[in-house]
């Protein structure tokens, strides 16, 4: 015998914050040349006792402005979804129910290569904040960002830009000088995989090897593995007698994506969500 928690819903404005973002922008493949994809993955959060649900067309659980020119997206992998997140008047629109506890979502929009720059505008609080841009002449600016080091892939870097506890309203730019030549989608999938120590990289991933499709997959993650990744984490960061601010803010991100997962797994498998 089992107990059955079941959340009451509301259509009115329940409170919902953002725990952490992720902003990845490839270089234009050398096929086309005429356009790179952005990908976005968001990590949101409930705190109160009540589900907010939508009350119709015109009243998203959850929406933030996209950059200037977006006016589609393809919602991927997470705990929403695809066909709950959509692009109107500008706005990034999510429709699916917001249980109480953490989700996590994610999507892609492409931007013609000739733009010099991306405008990323912050409405709400973010704790982590991620920019990672595969230019090497690349650059993101703005909301506290500041750089890490870069991951040298095949020779190839990916500039990766860090922000913590930044305060709403904030404004990030995306510099991006062109099109890097020679790149082909392989390579950006085979690049893209070995970053393996970005904050949510995971779908990201998923998205570049694979498309739309690739990216809605269902996940394989355990909430047990997850419990021995965050163990493993915390363990190799108590091993470091004196951490640099670079190392505090890179486990500060890792984990709190990675406890956000485990707790969105934990109240889907209990019925929570």
Avoid: C, W
Avoid at 2 to 23: G, M, N, Q
Avoid at 54 to 76: H, Y
Avoid at 241 to 265: C, D, F, I, N
């Amino acid at each position: 015998m089992a107990d059955l928690l079941v959340f009451d819903t509301t259509s009115a404005p329940v409170p919902i914050s953002v725990r952490s973002r992720s902003v990845i922008v490839t270089a234009p493949e050398s096929a086309t040349g005429v356009a790179r994809s952005v990908i976005e993955v968001y990590e949101v959060r409930n705190d109160g006792s009540l589900t907010r649900v939508s009350a119709g067309p015109e009243s998203p659980t959850f929406e933030g402005p996209l950059p200037d020119g977006v006016t589609a997206v393809i919602g991927g992998q997470g705990d929403i979804s695809p066909e709950a997140i959509r692009a109107e008047n500008g706005r990034l629109r999510v429709f699916a129910p917001l249980a109480p506890g953490v989700k996590q979502f994610s999507f892609a929009y492409e931007i013609a290569a000739s733009t010099p720059a991306i405008a990323v505008h912050l409405e709400r609080d973010v704790p982590a904040l991620e920019v990672l841009v595969e230019d090497p002449r690349g650059a993101a600016s703005g909301a506290g960002l500041q750089e890490a080091d870069p991951v040298q892939v095949d020779g190839r870097p990916f500039k990766r830009f860090l922000g913590q506890d930044v305060v709403a309203p904030a404004l990030v730019e995306i510099n991006m000088p062109g099109a890097q030549q020679g790149l082909s989608g392989l390579r950006v999938m085979l690049m893209v995989t070995a970053v393996g120590a970005a904050m949510l990289l995971g779908l990201g991933v998923s998205f570049m090897r694979g498309g739309p499709q690739a990216l809605a997959r269902k996940r394989t993650t355990t909430p047990e593995s997850l419990a021995v990744e965050i163990a493993a984490l915390d363990r190799a960061f108590e091993g470091i007698a004196e951490p640099t601010e670079q190392q505090k803010a890179e486990h500060y991100v890792r984990r709190a994506q990675l406890k956000g997962r485990l707790s969105a797994m934990l109240a889907k498998r209990d019925g929570l969500a």
